[in-house]
């Protein structure tokens, strides 16, 4: 019932999106221009071609990030288990500065870098957390802080070495924004998306059996480190796909999963209704960005960031356990 009205919930959104800008369109023009009855060729111009992949962007980014941060949380057994605070965020961002900073690079170029070094930063923390033959916990949490914390030292570093354009298209990507998306943005997070999220969605009975603890998942027959390993790095990569579709967006992964877990009070990983929630929480924040009062168009990165620096708050205060 919480993932129908979730999906509702983002549907309303998309059509209202797709209405708002410079030229505003009535619900019902945007839903016959989508229909394929449009009977305004500049209205389905700006509908279908600048302002679709700007929803479709958003909606993939917040569910990739939002089934990250479930994934984070779970193997973490930590509320702020989320790649943006364990540094895997931080590191693919560090491989995106790398090609605009010293590589002058395009688009394409800082998009791959993006997720190859978010891949590489993951295998480093989860090098890093082993102890024994054991990972996860607060030792993973704690590790990927620490080498969060030295990339992003080092981000900075390379933002000073660049020239004055080279350090303000880096801050720009650094921002988080889904302006000027386009297709070309939406088909690889999208084909990422559909390839990662089945093999998260098929290991999430072994994940939540972990959750009972290692010894209790191994008398189940749970391979804990290999299930482990696998959703890792499918989360990584869900983290790495959405920061290079739209820069670093800030505490989707944190809040979707905790949100979608209040809301269906299920004991287990919510990885559906986190990535609908996380898609939800995008797309709002994307609509407030727009309609602020301030007549700017704010990116969208410094939007959750300001939104999810509260909610953090929040959750610390109203947490008896942290």
């Not at 870098?113 to 891949?119: E, F, I, M």
């Not at 800030?250 to 905790?258: D, M, S, W």
């Not at 960005?289 to 909610?311: A, C, D």
Request: hydrophobic letters at 55%.
């Amino acid at each position: 019932m919480v993932c129908g009205l979730l999906l509702a919930c983002l549907l309303a959104l998309a059509v209202v999106l797709l209405g708002t800008g410079t030229l505003s369109f009535t619900p019902a023009q945007v839903i016959s221009s989508l229909m394929g009855g449009g009977d305004h060729a500049m209205a389905d111009r700006v509908i279908q071609r600048i302002r679709l992949p700007r929803v479709l962007t958003a909606l993939l980014v917040g569910a990739s990030l939002g089934m990250a941060g479930s994934i984070f949380q779970s193997i973490s057994r930590n509320a702020l288990g989320s790649p943006d605070i364990i540094g895997f965020t931080s590191g693919a961002a560090t491989g995106a500065i790398v090609q605009i900073i010293l590589f002058n690079a395009g688009p394409l170029e800082t998009a791959l870098a993006a997720v190859v070094s978010g891949l590489l930063t993951a295998v480093l923390v989860f090098v890093l957390s082993l102890k024994g033959r054991s990972t996860g916990g607060y030792r993973l949490v704690l590790v990927g802080i620490g080498v969060g914390a030295i990339l992003s030292g080092l981000n900075t570093v390379l933002l000073v070495m660049g020239d004055l354009d080279q350090a303000m298209s880096a801050q720009i990507w650094l921002a988080g924004s889904l302006s000027t998306r386009t297709w070309s943005h939406v088909v690889p997070a999208a084909i990422g998306f559909v390839v990662i999220a089945p093999v998260a969605i098929i290991h999430a009975r072994q994940v939540n059996l972990i959750e009972m603890g290692d010894d209790a998942a191994l008398q189940l027959g749970v391979s804990v480190e290999r299930t482990r390993l696998v959703v890792v790095i499918a989360a990584v990569a869900l983290t790495a796909l959405a920061t290079a579709a739209a820069g670093p967006i800030a505490f989707i992964a944190l809040a979707g999963p905790q949100l979608a877990r209040r809301l269906t009070r299920a004991p287990g990983v919510p990885l559906v209704a986190g990535g609908l929630m996380g898609a939800v929480l995008l797309l709002a924040a994307d609509l407030l960005s727009q309609r602020l009062p301030l007549q700017i168009n704010m990116p969208i990165g410094l939007t959750t960031g300001l939104l999810g620096g509260f909610y953090l708050l929040w959750v610390l205060v109203r947490s008896r356990k942290i």
